[in-house]
């Protein structure tokens, strides 16, 4: 059996079947997409999953990134469960991951795709992305924040960065910074720091001398510190499995 099937079955047990209706994905036929570009070569198109709750954003979303000739949707998903065994069978370049979802989070779900034999580039976006939202979200593994209030081209243009290998957070102020940190203890303090420095975890591992188990039960911990409380007025700790 290989890795891609090892990771969706384990996937699969992180988020166990629920009672209720059943979330289905959809995978797109690449080749009856509409292109922009019809002579661009399809094996070089970015692959991308889209999760969403919210029908109508889905195929918005997916409809606007199929117009551009180098993005192909692969597949998208209502629930966090679906998204993670989809992004285990079709290896997406880039997970476009909405915060909220009926049966966990984004950032839960981020650290769960971070965990598979191939991991995307992770783009997780909210209606409420602020200082808070974002730090908890470099901590999950996120490559991008973006606010829902700006999804459209400003999407497509992260995406493009993400599929180059960059980063695209935006900048969370000192102050907020400061006000995050001191809701943790000195350990977690300097892993937050180094976290929205763009250290890489190996990095941090060696220079904190933890070992990596470690380094992973602190970033669940800080993720859920930090999301704790939402400012606007909801429980924010993420409702999925961190495995």
């Known amino acids: 059996m290989g890795a891609r099937s090892l990771g969706r079955q384990s996937c699969l047990r992180m988020f166990p079947r629920t009672s209720g209706p059943q979330m289905t994905s959809r995978s797109f036929d690449i080749r009856a997409s509409r292109r922009v570009d019809d002579g661009e070569a399809l094996g070089g198109a970015i692959r991308v999953l889209v999760v969403d709750d919210h029908a109508a954003v889905r195929m918005g979303l997916g409809g606007l990134l199929e117009d551009h000739s180098d993005l192909a949707v692969v597949a998208t998903t209502a629930s966090a469960r679906e998204a993670l065994a989809e992004a285990a069978r079709v290896a997406p370049d880039v997970a ?5 979802l009926d049966d966990s989070d984004g950032l839960s779900l981020c650290r769960a795709i971070k965990r598979l034999p191939r991991p995307p580039r992770v ?5 409420y992305a602020d200082g808070s939202l974002t730090a908890a979200a470099v901590v999950a593994g996120a490559d991008a924040v973006v606010s829902k209030g700006t999804l459209g081209e400003e999407v497509v243009r992260t995406i493009r960065v993400l599929a180059h290998g960059r980063r ?5 102020p000192r102050a907020v910074q400061g006000s995050l940190r001191a809701r943790l203890e000195p350990t977690d303090q300097t892993i937050l720091g180094m976290l929205l420095q763009g250290i890489a975890p190996s990095e941090i591992v060696d220079v904190l001398g ?3 188990s470690r380094l992973e039960s602190r970033r669940t911990a800080i993720v859920k510190e930090l ?17």
């Open 168 to 172: 695209a957070i935006p900048p969370i």
């Open 123 to 127: 783009l997780v976006y909210s209606a």
């Open 227 to 243: 999301m704790s409380t939402d400012p606007h007025g909801s429980n924010l700790e993420p409702a999925g499995s961190w495995g």
């Open 96 to 100: 476009v991951v909405d915060y909220h």
């Open 210 to 212: 933890i070992s990596p």
